[in-house]
């Protein structure tokens, strides 16, 4: 069994930034990708960024050249900073790790609010 944590969330004026993290634990085999997904009130969950073993990278056109995913891959953490935050980044974030037999695990959401 996977365990995921994020952490990092908050408060934040619009043009600010925040650092979420995602702690993995426990029976951490056959690492596919993990991503950050996002849900906002009434809104479907969407993916935010995702990054691959093999360190490819993709992001969501909405956050992109604001956010920057990465992991390291030795303390089994993901970060995601987030630059120049807007009202609409305003959700729950959800930490994300996919596995090779497409197994899926997700933490339990770290909420970020971003104040115009």
């Known amino acids: 069994q996977v365990q995921l944590v994020e952490s990092g969330g908050g408060l934040v004026q619009a043009g600010g930034s925040l650092r979420l993290s995602c702690a993995a634990s426990?029976?951490?085999?056959?690492?596919?990708?993990m991503a950050w997904y996002r849900q906002a009130p009434g809104k479907q969950r969407e993916l935010v960024a995702a990054?691959?073993?093999?360190?490819?990278?993709n992001y969501a056109d909405s956050v992109k050249g604001r956010f920057t995913i990465s992991r390291d891959n030795v303390k089994n953490l993901m970060f995601l900073q987030m630059n120049s935050l807007k009202p609409e980044d305003t959700a729950v974030y959800y930490c994300?790790?996919?596995?090779?037999?497409?197994?899926?695990?997700w933490g339990q959401g770290t909420q970020v609010i971003v104040s115009s």
């Open positions: 994300n790790l996919r596995t090779v037999w497409n197994e899926y695990y």
């Open positions: 426990g029976s951490i085999f056959g690492i596919n990708a």
């Open positions: 990054i691959t073993s093999g360190g490819s990278i």
